[in-house]
């Protein structure tokens, strides 16, 4: 059973927006935690915002923040990563990702969209 899909993902010229979305199963989407995550070619894997069920709280990376925002609507299930001003180094597969505890590994990963930044 797929627990996570993402979509929103394509080409966009630098400066410009996308909206990110997950689509999350029932169970998943109770998670304490879920968050956003990319993987450039060539690189690690980093994260890069989430948000907490409980309260909404968020954290993001050092390197998007003030660029995207990061929410959840609790009566779709989905989780939304709204990106603005992006950047060529944005480039990368962003993948969605549910934890059930506050700290530890995740336990649900997406299949990841793709997202082209051109200069």
């Known amino acids: 059973q797929v627990e996570l899909v993402e979509s929103g993902g394509g080409l966009v010229q630098a400066g410009g927006s996308l909206r990110l979305s997950c689509a999350a199963s029932?169970?998943?989407?109770?998670?304490?935690?879920m968050g956003w995550f990319r993987q450039a070619p060539g690189k690690e894997r980093e994260f890069v915002a989430g948000?907490?069920?409980?309260?909404?709280?968020?954290d993001y990376a050092t390197s998007v923040k003030g660029r995207f925002t990061i929410s959840r609507d609790n009566a779709k299930f989905t989780m939304y990563l709204q990106m603005n001003s992006l950047k060529p180094e944005d480039t990368a597969v962003y993948y969605c990702?549910?934890?059930?505890?506050?700290?530890?590994?995740?336990?649900?990963w997406g299949q990841g969209t793709q997202v082209t930044v051109s200069s």
């Open positions: 990702a549910s934890r059930s505890r506050p700290v530890g590994p995740y336990d649900d």
């Open positions: 948000i907490r069920r409980s309260d909404r709280s968020t």
């Open positions: 029932e169970r998943t989407f109770s998670a304490y935690y």
